[in-house]
């Protein structure tokens, strides 16, 4: 059964760096989402994309935060300045279609701690 | 503002019991409602949805779940638990026209022998 695959597992880093959350999606699916749970909390939507482009964001999903297709397999999430805040789990999902009759798929996550 | 609350944040049950998760979502029309499993080291595998229609659905594992709009509630049930039932359920909902998902916080299972 394809998954989505995400790397790495875990990733520790200082305060104030840059970190890449890689995930590979579903090869033939079209919609690509980014989750997080900080401990203890609510599993929380950033943002979707498609063509290419953010189609909706957060309003976690500030200045800071970014998102990518460099190639034909990745979706990547990059987080320029690190903070304290942003330690949780990070999960990708993907769907193949918008509509909500497309179920979307989770990656394993990605637990990112900021020291 | 859609919101979705699983009052508990951990369940024992044994092994063999019965199983009752429960769900409630607060949103002003008919949503899509999931449920997802997570295991240790594992992503979110969904278990079962519900779009329209017949409102108990039948998902993966023995499980299943009811649509109940007058309670705005999405319960998750198992008749006879196993010990692989271990692990975290989150309800999820969605929005019509928007492909975002809500979660709950979550619900721990823990089966005991």
């Known amino acids: 059964e394809p998954e989505v695959t995400q790397t790495p597992s875990h990733q520790v880093t200082q305060m104030g760096q840059e970190v890449i959350l890689r995930c590979v999606p579903i090869?033939?699916?079209?919609?690509f989402y980014w989750y997080r749970q900080i401990l203890g909390q609510k599993v929380e939507f950033l943002v979707s994309f498609y063509n290419n482009e953010i189609s909706e964001k957060s309003e976690i999903f500030d200045d800071q935060f970014s998102v990518e297709r460099p190639d034909g397999s990745n979706f990547t999430l990059k987080i320029r300045s690190t903070k304290l805040e942003d330690s949780a789990m990070y999960f990708c999902?993907?769907?193949?279609?918008?509509?909500?009759?497309?179920?979307?798929?989770f990656g394993p996550g990605t637990r990112l701690l900021v020291l | 503002a859609q919101s979705v609350t699983q009052p508990d944040i951990h369940i024992t049950v044994s092994e063999g019991a019965s199983l009752e998760l429960r769900c409630n979502y607060s949103?002003?029309?008919?949503?899509?409602l999931f449920w997802y499993v997570q295991s240790p080291g594992q992503g979110l595998q969904l278990l079962l949805k519900y779009f329209s229609g017949d409102t108990l659905v039948q998902g993966i594992k023995g499980f299943e779940a009811e649509f109940k709009r007058s309670q705005s509630s999405f319960n998750l049930r198992k008749p006879s638990v196993h010990w692989s039932d271990a692990a975290e359920y989150f309800c999820a909902v969605g929005r019509p026209g928007f492909n975002k998902f809500y979660f709950g916080s979550g619900t721990k299972l823990n089966v005991k022998p």
């Open positions: 090869s033939n699916h079209l919609y």
């Open positions: 999902a993907s769907s193949g279609g918008a509509s909500l009759g497309e179920t979307q798929y």
């Open positions: 949103y002003g029309a008919t949503p899509y």
